[in-house]
Nanobody, 127 residues
């Protein structure tokens, strides 16, 4: 069992920044691939970013956030981060972190890759 708890969401104006955190607990060993997803009202859950740490580190981003968002991970603290800069109104959504049991992040943007999800944290960007 893995528990994931997101925090750091809030309301900001366009151009602002937020840093989301996802604290993991439970059986976090070998959880090398973790991701961030978001879901806006009336839309499907969409991948934002993912990070693989296992000897080497690989990072993946959706095209819509490249250059603005940065995903990182502190394995010692079992915490995943998402630094979001230059926020836009279209970034408004509920943001979820997710943990994958797989030993790779090859299909990182697919929700089926992940079997544990947090409860989400709301991000609202006003124009």
């Amino acid at each position: 069992q893995v528990q994931l708890v997101e925090s750091g969401g809030g309301s900001v104006q366009a151009g602002g920044s937020l840093r989301l955190s996802c604290a993991a607990s439970g059986d976090t060993s070998l959880r090398r691939c973790m991701g961030w997803f978001r879901q806006a009202p009336g839309k499907e859950r969409a991948a934002v970013a993912a990070i693989y740490t296992g000897g080497t580190t690989s990072i993946y981003y959706a095209d819509s956030v490249k250059g603005r968002f940065t995903v990182s991970r502190d394995n010692a603290r079992n915490t995943l981060y998402l630094q979001m800069n230059s926020l836009k109104p279209e970034d408004t959504a509920m943001y979820y972190c997710a943990s994958s049991p797989r030993s790779f992040c090859g299909s990182w943007s697919e929700t089926e890759m992940y079997n544990y999800w947090g409860q989400g944290t709301q991000v609202t960007v006003s124009s």
